[in-house]
């Protein structure tokens, strides 16, 4: 008698889901931590969901509907999407706050580098008169 492949032991859920094929249309199934499968799209297909979202055309539910989503998983993408965007954001922010601070360092630098000019200059002077103010009193 010929066993259910299912109920092999050494076929694994994986395997069997190869045998039997799973209609994914390119997507591909992936085990999660629990033990349950769930598909695995990749990240154009994604992507493009969420652009198709954000464009405001369509509802949530019409979206996924059309491109064979559950509304809950096109919704956790669109989150991913907007935290990973207020992220970015912010780093592009913090840099430019950077790049700021460093120009200011830079022009502060500048400034005190020509205060110091002018401060040896004016000490050099002062120094030069004090010899001759010394020397005229002495000769």
């Known amino acids: 008698m010929a066993r259910d492949f299912w109920t092999q032991p050494d076929l694994s859920k994986e395997k069997a889901a ?19 499968s769930h598909k695995a799209y990749p990240a154009e297909f994604k992507a493009k969901c969420v652009r198709e979202l954000l ?6 539910p019409q979206v996924a509907s059309r491109n064979g989503l559950a509304p809950s998983v096109l919704s956790k993408w669109r989150s991913q ?13 913090e840099r430019r706050r950077e790049a700021e601070a460093e120009r200011a360092r830079a022009e502060e630098a500048g ?16 120094q030069r008169e004090a010899r001759r103010a010394v020397g005229a009193r002495q000769g």
Not at 18 to 36: P, Q
């Open 55 to 60: 464009d405001g055309d369509e509802t949530l």
């Open 81 to 93: 999407v907007l935290e990973d965007m207020d992220a970015t954001l912010g780093a592009e922010a």
């Open 111 to 126: 400034d005190l580098n020509r205060i110091i000019g002018q401060l040896a200059v004016e000490r050099d002077y002062l």
């Open 18 to 36: 190869n045998i039997v094929g799973n209609g994914l249309k390119g997507r591909e199934k992936r085990m999660s931590g629990k033990g349950k």
